[in-house]
């Protein structure tokens, strides 16, 4: 029997990578959400239905939308809660938070900021870009499509706006935002984002010592003990502040280290109604999880608190709780509060 010469340089047979049906390369003991299966006939025409449904709301490239949500805010703010379809994203988000009419008031300046403008932040880009969204496929191969991408967007913003330059966090929110539309399209929608188009401008949160995150950590310390009393009391015996666990569920919208089908779910209602729903996920959190957490000791806490666990993590559960939560007049509050106390001139010693 002959047997078969090996050629050391031959390349062997390419294994095809297993992704998501989000583009992440799966784990192969990892959790299965997000999975591509088929679906039954059933759940194909349901999807199909509110495709359609959404299409009528939205018109041919979004020219109904404004009218619609004049006319009816209640049926889209519910159907946004329910999950806008991923076919449609890219186009609803740009049209919720206001980007699509900065980019058509704006022609050729991204083109402008790419090309012509030199940033400081180039070196700290380039650095940070491969840690990204490292398992996704558009971002994995170095120097390719997606991360060039997302070094001209982050490139541009830290031109369009040298007072924010960069900070890392945006990476995650320009780079989710690119997985649904194009560079230009991001750009603005971060624009919009930063400056505040629809929303509180988000551009405190990037800023020399993250005025608006601390501004945010102090609201949601308040609320956590507003909402959870024995929580609170907890965490104040074990010294644990949201410092700790929670920054970077505002500076990146939950982009960062939670599941995608999760985070998608969170940045179609962030977008539409604002921050206010980042403090009610970080409560719904702690309170699903709350019998737990009364119980941990200062490390298991805080290993728990960055790593929920996996039924937690289901927006079907997570995101009604959620929105039952109640924060609005707190934060209002709790913003005078901080501000109140942040104008405060410090107290003198007393001499003896």
Partial sequence: MESKVVDEN????????RVDRFGFV??????????????????????????????????VGGSDWKQYVRRKPHVVKRRIRKGIPDCLRGL?????????????LNPGVYEQL??????????????D???????????QQRHGPGQRSLYNVLKAYSVFDRD?????????VAGLLLLYMSEEDAFWLLVALLKGAVHTPMEGMYLVGLPLVQQYLFQFDHLVKEHMPKLGEHFAQEMINPSMYAS???ITVFSYSFPFHLALRIWDVFLFEGVKVVFKVGL??????????????????????????????NPDILLPMAFSIKVSKSLVELKQEYEQQRLKPPESPVKQ
């Fill in 92 to 104: 609803l988000w740009q049209l919720i938070s206001g980007s699509r009419d900065l980019l058509l």
């Fill in 10 to 17: 031959e390349e062997g047979p390419v294994v095809p990578m």
């Fill in 284 to 313: 719904a959190l702690l309170k699903y999880c709350h019998d737990d957490l009364v119980k941990l000791p200062f490390e298991k806490l805080i290993h728990a608190l960055r790593n929920f666990p996996e039924d937690a993590m």
């Fill in 164 to 172: 924010v330059g960069y900070v890392q966090g945006m990476g995650f």
């Fill in 114 to 127: 790419v090309i012509y403008e030199t940033s400081a932040s180039e070196l700290d880009i380039i650095r």
């Fill in 26 to 59: 799966k784990q192969e003991h990892g959790p299965t959400e997000g999975l591509a299966r088929s679906r039954s006939a059933f759940e194909y025409q349901r999807d199909e239905r509110r495709i359609r449904k959404w299409r009528k709301m939205i018109g």
């Fill in 248 to 250: 970077q569920w505002f």
């Fill in 129 to 139: 870009i491969s840690r990204t969204f490292p398992s996704h496929v558009f971002f």
